[in-house]
């Protein structure tokens, strides 16, 4: 009983270093309070000194100007959400497939091989964007999702955060498998993925994060407008909008949400993939 | 068998690629004319680089851009995550704060801080006037500061992760060191210095190869929000390449400059890698 009542009360140079890195934590987060509330100002009231940060007079028809414009939003966001799902869904299963091959199965060479993977991740995108640019042309799927997706499934990083993880499940489970006469497959489906869920749900956040942000690659290899991505449609869009301030700020913050929800809702789950990627590394 | 799809695809889509890439520097070929434009000129444009004043000023940018964000970085993403695990209220909802700017998409990031940016209108330049600043820097516009704009972007934007990978580290420091310091009578700066940031070193390893890694990556920042300019002053090799190969559609030397971009990237991890085993304890 006294713990209870000695804990309730302040510790004062707890609240001093709260006060602190909740100053700090609000500095980060300022532009995206800026970026909010511009989004619904009229545009001569953007820049106003001292910063308004709730508008006076409420302008909701940015959102409508942003969504219904003359740019195509709802289909960049149409083409962001397809492309983006498919390539997490085909993610996960190249990589934890190959995960396994590389965690469960031995064959000669193994983890020379792998040691390649991970090898390629210090690589820059810069390389393999030119050949990549001609290989796909020759393949004929230069400006289609194709090109956004492919790449996008067959990360290195992805088999490497698996393979961890896969390293980390004793091996009893997979030798009390094979005694009941399981084959890898069946191993692999009833009882390693099951098990690897917590790193295939960090898979699939950080997965869906990075190619929903992707621009590099949309830039490159898309040409015809109606397939442009998010990232893309937004460059579009400032170029056209020029110095409406409130109409790029809609548009950012369209871009932003769907992200930030995610996040909001599965932080653990972003922390953990983050710290699992680099720390057990 | 399981890891074939994953083998063929990154087959096709890295290694070939980046053999190509390797072949294709040592060429002149101009992408528009075709597979018979193509012509080998050896290490020509290799040597070619190094008077050619947009490649070197994107070399230089990228050191200094390095050089500044990289220790930024590290101090103050170290300073967050101690703070936060010496203990604070509110100590989720602050972190998410600080984690935000991350997952944001950059594209849309950096259109916010362009226009935070604004030289004349700006709520940055209108808050420094308020604060007497006299003639507020121009930023963007400004070769002098247009640099160091993106710089503080990046760091605002980079800070959350590492710190996150700090406070995992500092959760792997066993208590009873900080227990037996104690005992023994070392005060709080004492304990940092000699258990603390030594306990950490893996980590500050680990978080400054990646950082050093993002750093020479920019390119986003720099295609939004100034194109390499004003003049050459905010150009940098990721961008350089990509210029040289889709808009003026040099291959050969866009790949050229990604591979100098490469071998720079490879040095400086070798180099740390090497020096680890001076400085950090495991």
């Known amino acids: ?281 | 068998m399981f890891i074939l799809p994953a083998i063929a695809g990154f087959g096709i889509l890295t290694i070939v690629p980046i053999v190509l890439s390797l072949i294709i520097s040592f060429t002149d070929w101009n992408f528009l004319d075709g597979l018979k434009g193509l012509r080998f000129i050896g290490l020509r444009n290799f040597t070619e680089m190094w008077s050619d004043k947009w490649f070197v000023d994107s070399l230089r940018n990228n050191l200094l851009f390095a050089a500044v964000t990289v220790p930024a970085t590290i101090v103050l993403s170290l300073l967050a995550a101690i703070g936060l695990n010496k203990g604070v209220y509110m100590k989720s909802p602050i972190r998410l704060m600080i984690f935000m700017p991350y997952v944001s998409n950059i594209v849309a990031v950096s259109i916010v801080w362009g226009t935070l940016y604004n030289p004349s209108m700006g709520p940055i330049n209108s808050f420094l006037r308020s604060m007497g600043v006299a003639d507020p820097p121009g930023w963007l516009a400004s070769s002098a500061w247009a640099l160091p704009a993106i710089m503080i972007m990046t760091v605002w934007a980079n800070v959350g992760y590492n710190m996150i990978i700090y406070l995992a580290g500092l959760q792997g420091i066993p208590r009873d060191l900080y227990e037996a310091a104690k005992i023994d009578g070392a005060g709080p700066a004492r304990s940092f210095f000699r258990i603390t940031l030594p306990m950490l070193s893996p980590t500050t390893f680990f978080v400054m190869i990646t950082s050093i890694i993002h750093s020479f990556q920019v390119f986003i920042a720099v295609f939004v929000m100034t194109k390499g300019g004003p003049g050459s002053s905010t150009t940098v090799l990721t961008y350089y390449s990509y210029r040289t190969g889709f808009d003026f559609y040099k291959m050969g030397y866009s790949s050229a400059m990604a591979w100098i971009l490469f071998l720079i990237i490879f040095l400086i991890t070798f180099l740390q890698w090497q020096g680890q085993k001076k400085w950090v304890h495991y």
Not at chain 1, 109 to 131: K, Y
Not at chain 1, 180 to 191: F, P, Y
Not at chain 1, 218 to 235: C, D, H, Q, R
């Open chain 1, 1 to 281: 009983m006294e713990q209870k009542l000695a804990g309730k009360r302040l510790s004062l140079p707890k609240l001093g270093l709260t006060v602190v890195l909740a100053a700090f934590g609000a500095l980060m987060v300022l532009p995206f309070v800026w970026m909010l509330s511009t989004s619904f100002k009229l545009p001569i009231d953007v820049f106003n000194y001292p910063i308004e940060w709730i508008p006076k007079r409420f302008n909701w028809n940015n959102y409508q100007r942003v969504w219904n414009g003359s740019q195509p939003f709802d289909l960049f966001y149409y083409n962001s959400v397809k492309v983006t799902a498919i390539t997490v869904v085909g993610t996960v299963l190249v990589c934890s497939a190959a995960a396994y091959g590389f965690s469960r199965i031995r064959f000669k060479g193994r983890d020379a091989v792998f040691f390649v993977f991970l090898a390629t991740l210090m690589i820059p995108d810069q390389v393999t964007l030119v050949p990549r640019f001609i290989i796909f042309n020759y393949l004929g799927i230069y400006d289609t999702h194709f090109a956004l997706i492919l790449p996008g499934m067959f990360t290195a990083f992805g088999v490497f955060l698996l393979r961890q993880f896969y390293v980390g499940i004793p091996e009893d489970f997979s030798e009390a498998a094979k005694i009941e006469g399981a084959g890898h497959l069946q191993t692999w489906l009833r009882i390693i993925l099951p098990l690897s869920k917590p790193a295939l749900v960090s898979l699939v956040i950080l997965s869906f994060t990075w190619n929903w942000n992707e621009f590099v690659n949309p830039l490159v290899f898309l040409a015809s407008k109606e397939l442009y991505t998010i990232p893309l449609g937004l460059t579009n869009f400032i170029d056209e909008s020029g110095t409406d301030y409130t109409l790029m700020m809609a548009a950012a913050v369209s871009s932003i949400l769907p992200v930030i929800v995610l996040f909001l809702a599965c932080q653990k789950w972003f922390i953990e993939g983050v710290v699992s990627s680099g720390v057990k590394g």
